[in-house]
């Protein structure tokens, strides 16, 4: 096994940890906020016309067919309560749903309209304030018909209308009375449609931010296949000539010239032992891309994976002093992989190559995340190389191909489901890597 089985499956939840950092929503998130701006001005409609019916009956004493008009808000009440449960549910919500919410909502102002003079009511310009929600949330064919519905609602309110008893009749006293329904109807829809389009901007905003990000991390993702596929066929490449240095090295070891000289045997043993690592390093190209040459993964718990990788790093690397402090408590049941501890040992060769003298690392465990910091007293991060975490070829190393390995080292965290960070402290540097233990454990999607 290798890292593709969790990295498949937190690839379902890389939507939901982008909303939960903040930085943007996915489609259908934006979707269920659009729809929640439209149970929102619902409930402003159903307040608005309980007010402005009571005002015209009681205030202006203008009689209304109260029953009829009632029933138009129960209406509106019930479908926000089921509008609700759709947004409850697990279902996406689609631009055919928004559309069928804005046509009721079109229907329901034509009922109370019909019951209120018809074209003559200085509320029918209201439909303006639907078309514009139409025009921000829906696609454009969507509009258009909201468009074409609003107008011949429209002209059938011009003909066919249910005619209000005003008692005053006064040209001035109607004409006035009709002006300030439309002042009315001004200030309410402005007011409206400034506060629900910038929400709707936010939200659109968002969705094309989180678009924005997914293209970037499929080049980024991209990148790294075709990095492993170098990597992969370079190791099966070396895998013939390491295997021909060491047949001559075995055969010069043989030589009596040779063993009669303890230095040159000296040096034979080296340069064997230098080849046998390399041939270690090889298979731990191939096993990480899937490749395994005999050698699976293996259980351990967090406490002997993180010893074991530290005490290897401490033997390979040799640094002149290393901190380490296992804090993991209480200890849990992982699969180590070798893909794993490679992206583990980037952060500490970073953190070596930038202070050879001295090198910290923390585990802990804080609820379900393995915690591990790594500290250096090096002279830390430039502003640029922070600004710009996790992109390729971002290194202050001056060297081709410099930023690769903080590069992978990100992009393996990201889909563990993990969170990488970077921050200078007063002398050096501390790299953050935390992982969820589930993306660790040996569940039973792992037993392809």
């Known amino acids: 096994m290798s890292l593709t089985a969790p990295m498949l499956r937190n690839e379902k939840s890389f939507a939901g940890t982008l909303a939960a950092k903040g930085g943007a929503a996915d489609p259908d998130a934006a979707n269920r906020k659009n729809l929640l701006l439209l149970i ?37 009440i019930g479908l926000n309560i089921f ?59 969507s509009t258009w018909i909201l468009v074409v519905a609003a107008s011949a ?30 002042f009315i109807c001004f200030v309410l829809a402005a007011g409206l449609i400034v506060i629900f389009m910038t929400r709707i901007n936010r939200n659109l905003r968002e969705r094309d931010a989180y678009l924005a990000d997914l293209r970037q991390r499929s080049a980024e ?50 340069m064997q032992a230098q080849i046998e690592r390399c041939k270690s390093i090889v298979s731990g190209i191939l096993m990480s891309s899937g490749q395994a040459r005999g050698e699976g993964t293996i259980r351990t718990s967090i406490r002997h994976f993180l010893d074991d990788l530290v005490q290897e790093w401490r033997v390979s690397r040799q640094p002149i002093r290393l901190e380490y402090r296992n804090d993991v408590e209480p200890d ?31 585990a802990e465990r804080r609820g379900e995340k393995l915690v591990i910091s790594v500290r250096d007293r090096g002279p830390g991060f430039d502003a640029g190389i922070l600004a710009a975490l996790g992109q390729p070829y971002m290194s202050s190393k001056g060297r081709p191909g410099g930023g690769l ?44």
């Open 153 to 182: 609602c429209f002209v059938f309110l011009i003909f066919q209308f249910q005619p209000i008893a005003i008692p005053h009749h006064g040209g001035s006293d109607l004409l006035a009375l009709h002006i300030r329904g439309m």
């Open 221 to 270: 993702e991209d990148h790294i296949v075709r990095m492993g596929l170098l990597a992969s066929g370079a190791a099966h490449e070396l895998g013939t000539p390491l295997s021909t240095i060491a047949v001559i090295l075995s055969d010069w070891r043989q030589m009596r010239s040779v063993t009669r000289n303890r230095e040159l045997v000296g040096d034979l043993l080296e």
């Open 83 to 141: 509008s609700l449960l759709a947004l409850r549910g697990r279902r996406p919500i689609s631009n055919a749903q928004l559309f069928v919410a804005l046509i009721f909502d079109m229907a329901a102002l034509t009922t109370q309209l019909y019951l209120s003079g018809g074209a003559s009511n200085p509320f029918v310009s209201l439909y303006l304030l639907q078309i514009t929600l139409g025009a921000a949330l829906l696609t454009p064919w």
């Open 40 to 76: 929102q001005l619902r409930w402003l409609a159903v307040a608005g016309q309980v007010l402005t019916i009571l005002a015209t009956e009681y205030w202006f004493e203008i009689p209304l067919p109260l029953a009829e008009m009632a029933g138009v808000v129960i209406f509106l």
């Open 405 to 448: 390995g903080l590069f992978l080292v990100i992009n393996v965290v990201r889909k563990l489901g993990g969170d990488f960070s970077a921050r200078n402290m007063e002398q050096g540097a501390c790299v953050t890597l935390s992982l969820p233990l589930a993306a660790l454990t040996d569940g039973d999607d792992h037993e392809a």
């Open 332 to 362: 849990e049941q992982i699969v180590s992989d070798t893909a794993l501890r490679q992206v583990i040992f980037n952060v500490f060769d970073n953190a070596l190559e930038a202070s050879p003298h001295w090198v910290g690392v923390t």
